[in-house]
């Protein structure tokens, strides 16, 4: 049973940081492109980073330099270091899978986590 599970969200000031997991179970993730997409109220979803199964990253432009995305096959965990955070970051995060190479299209991505919210505070 294909299972990922989020964790890690809250709710924190401007400037704060918080590191998002995403624990991978069920099915061989070795070999996957792995992505955290991000959904705010009334918006679509948008991609927020990717990484490939060579450890090749892609993040939004607006996290670049602030955000960063990894992944430990030893813990079958995905994560996301989120750092300097502004209100604009509010949302619920989602971490993705999908076979092959990496999209930004939340359609490309076969499974999906339930979500964690992220709330940034003025």
């Known amino acids: 049973q294909v299972q990922l599970v989020e964790s890690g969200g809250g709710s924190v000031q401007a400037g704060g940081s918080l590191r998002l997991s995403c624990a991978v179970s069920?099915?061989?993730?070795?070999?996957?492109?792995m992505g955290w997409f991000r959904q705010a109220p009334g918006k679509e979803r948008e991609g927020v980073a990717t990484?490939?199964?060579?450890?090749?990253?892609n993040y939004l432009e607006a996290v670049k330099g602030l955000f960063t995305i990894s992944r430990d096959y030893a813990k079958n965990t995905l994560y996301l270091q989120m750092n300097s955070l502004k209100p604009e970051d509010t949302g619920m995060y989602y971490c993705?899978?999908?076979?092959?190479?990496?999209?930004?299209?939340?359609?490309?991505?076969?499974?999906w986590g339930q979500g964690t919210q992220v709330t940034v505070s003025s």
């Open positions: 069920g099915f061989s993730w070795r070999w996957m492109c």
């Open positions: 990484i490939d199964s060579d450890g090749r990253t």
């Open positions: 993705g899978a999908r076979p092959g190479v990496c999209s930004w299209r939340p359609v490309d991505f076969a499974y």
